[in-house]
């Protein structure tokens, strides 16, 4: 369950490869991307810094997976969360899983980032036509990871 | 002594990155001794402000109890993914 920071960029395609491929039983690859858009609340953003907490945010990241591995049956994950300065169409985040049948693949990905969403320290300063700005967390976060406890 | 690090927006608005206080017993403890130093920091710090607490890398509650040698940090709500 390996859990990755760090402010290069990554290659999707290669890293499912590596997670898949010395285990034959994995019918099931689910994954997602996060990007950068170039609009936010109604204003063009120019790029954005991502800080985080180190220490901390290895520890809430490896505790998220070891919630989803309580719930679903599922053999390795990975989580890969880009720091420092991006532009809008860069890759933020990625999470992937990889399980026998596609249902556990699915949730146990959804699971993963909805609380990545609000458990994870991180956060984005945006750059925007009228200055730098951090975000606020969003409601819809905090709901979309409280479905979970239903 | 206990160090305390200020994240993303609260180390913008407090001017700091970290400092050390020489004691406090628990959490609650801790922000009493920051919020009384008013202004900016009793305002960021108010009760019923958003943010959390976590003591050496985990999150923690105004009960938690602290010792020499801990870090505390305080975190606004986290904006990743």
């Known amino acids: 369950m390996p ?32 990007v950068v858009r170039d609009m936010n609340e109604g204003d063009a953003v120019a790029g954005m810094f991502l800080e985080h907490y180190p220490g901390m945010t290895e520890h809430a990241l490896q505790n998220i997976i070891t919630d989803a591995h309580a719930r679903w049956d599922f053999f390795d994950s990975l989580i890969i969360h880009r720091v420092g300065q991006l532009a809008p169409l860069d890759q933020i985040v990625f999470v992937a899983v990889t399980s026998a049948h596609r249902g556990e693949a699915f949730d146990a990905c959804h699971f993963i980032m909805d609380f990545l969403k609000t458990n994870a320290p991180f956060w984005k300063r945006e750059s925007t036509p009228t200055g730098e700005r951090w975000l606020d967390a969003r409601v819809t976060d905090d709901a979309a ?6 | 002594m206990i160090k305390v ?28 001794i920051l919020r009384n130093r008013g202004g900016v920091w009793a ?39």
């Open chain 2, 43 to 81: 305002e960021e710090l108010a009760e019923g402000k958003a943010f959390k607490v976590a003591v050496n890398h985990a999150l923690a509650n105004p009960a938690t109890a602290l010792k020499s040698g801990d870090e505390v940090a305080l975190l606004p709500p986290v904006t990743g993914g």
């Open chain 2, 5 to 32: 690090v200020y994240l993303a927006r609260l180390r913008d608005a407090l001017g700091t990155s970290s400092e050390q206080i020489p004691a406090a017993q628990t959490v609650a403890d801790l922000l009493i």
């Open chain 1, 3 to 34: 859990v990755r920071i760090q402010t290069a960029d990554f290659d999707i395609s290669a890293e499912i490869a590596a997670l898949r491929k010395t285990n034959p039983k994995i019918g099931a690859v689910a994954s997602f991307v996060g």
């Open chain 1, 145 to 150: 990871a409280a479905r979970w406890k239903q």
